[in-house]
């Protein structure tokens, strides 16, 4: 099913494109639809399905198509982790680029000028906000947090929370709302806890199971264990090694995209980027180039990830390791199409193994890890016990702040 079909407001369409996307995936064509309805939704989906948009769209769309009260907020996305709230966050950035629907992110650990700016948003009222459950209530117990208007509550990760013991948070914050809503549950696993938990907030839910796409068994799938300062010389040593046709590498990042782009052309690589920095014609030009054989590496931020639509790559280099399991399924699915083999090389630094692991988990099987050339020195230790954690100090900067709504 194409996103065309939903009937979506133009402005948001805008967005979907710009961010690459043409089909849905199955999760997508579940769940927005009742979303668009106005229906109660409990979903059991893990992360990596891409439950993120098939909320978040339709969430958008109604907040750009039917009726809000002006100054207040308007829907509130609860999840477990300060990480999750800045990727939703980002995503909900690129899914509204072209739309007036402001969105704010909500998280411990931030400065005095986030909260300042947290305040400011939650006062005057954002159309959405995306929080984890202690700062929200705390927000909440000083008064300003306008709620009277709010329509739509999501909680993602559900199970996840309980775990980390936000029951009573959660309590509270929804205590605060108007009693009617629409309300949307996903969680990874259904205990009689979340059931429960169900049972107080959703009212006639519709309730789906929703399980992750696989990518094809031909792919052959590769993770090199690294340090961010072995990333670029092991791209060029891949890239030596073997006399690749077609190489499509992704990135995280516009910064990365360009830095590696520069390195590779310095080093005689026929290479190319493309990113949300180039103008559309601009972008074009490239990918036709790619498409035609006659620009051989192209190095790309997410942006290319879904909807493209080329048969002949070679290698799939995820530079960086995606942020979820669907994201994977859909950056190693540009090769290995039609009846051609393919290659796929994932570079994981030690912040990036917990988030690695899920996908393993994910896709149910551990991804085969390659040797790192020696030239290239010592390299990180693959920690794949399930309570591993990232080590070195995390660095989190808040994504899009809160901007003034404009006039719908």
């Not at 199971?209 to 670029?232: G, H, L, R, W």
């Not at 791209?235 to 030596?240: A, I």
């Not at 879904?306 to 979820?324: A, E, F, M, Q, S």
């Not at 393919?342 to 030690?350: D, N």
């Amino acid at each position: 099913m194409k996103f065309t079909e939903f009937g979506f407001d133009q402005r948001l369409m805008d967005g979907i494109d710009a961010s690459g996307y043409e089909n849905a995936t199955p999760v997508q064509e579940q769940v927005i639809p009742l979303i668009m309805e106005g229906k109660d939704v409990i979903a059991s989906a893990q992360t990596g399905t891409g439950k993120t948009a098939a909320f978040l769209l339709p969430l958008i769309n109604k907040i750009l198509t039917d009726p809000h009260e002006d100054h207040t907020n308007n829907a509130l996305v609860i999840v477990p982790t300060r990480e999750l709230a800045i990727q939703i966050a980002q995503h909900m950035e690129g899914l509204s680029y072209f739309t007036s629907v402001s969105s704010i992110a909500v998280y411990g650990g931030g400065d005095g000028n986030a909260f300042v700016q947290e305040k400011k948003a939650l006062s005057q009222g954002a159309d959405v906000v995306i929080c984890t459950p202690g700062k929200m209530m705390a927000h909440i117990k000083m008064g300003y947090v306008k709620m009277g208007g709010l329509k739509y509550l999501i909680l993602d990760e559900a199970d996840r929370m309980l775990d980390m013991g936000f029951y009573d948070d959660i309590m509270f914050i929804i205590d605060s709302l108007p009693k009617k809503r629409q309300n949307l549950l996903f969680s990874a696993t259904m205990p009689g806890k979340i059931r429960e938990l169900a049972r107080k907030i959703l009212h006639h839910p519709e309730e789906i199971n929703i399980s992750i796409s696989k990518p094809p068994e031909k792919i052959v799938q590769e993770a090199y264990i690294v340090y961010d300062t072995q990333k670029i010389p092991l791209v060029k040593h891949l890239l030596h090694k073997k006399n690749f046709k077609s190489v499509l590498v992704f990135c995280s990042s516009k910064i990365a995209v360009k830095n590696l782009t520069r390195d590779l052309k310095r080093a005689k690589f026929l290479a190319d980027e493309i990113h949300s920095d180039l103008d559309q014609n601009k972008r074009e030009e490239v990918l036709i180039k790619f498409k035609s054989g006659r620009l051989p590496i192209l190095v790309a931020t997410d942006i290319l990830s879904r909807g493209i639509d080329i048969d002949n790559i070679d290698l799939v280099i995820n530079y960086d390791v995606p942020h979820d399991g669907e994201d994977y399924v859909h950056r190693i699915g540009r090769t290995a199409r039609a009846a051609a083999e393919g290659s796929a090389y994932t570079f994981v630094t030690v912040k990036e193994q917990r988030k690695f692991l899920a996908i393993e988990k994910l896709l149910g099987k551990p991804v085969p890890k390659a040797e790192v050339p020696a030239e290239l020195g010592e390299t990180p230790r693959y920690n794949t016990a399930s309570s591993s954690r990232p080590t070195g100090k995390k660095n989190f900067s808040k994504p899009r702040r809160f901007q003034n709504k404009a006039k719908r």
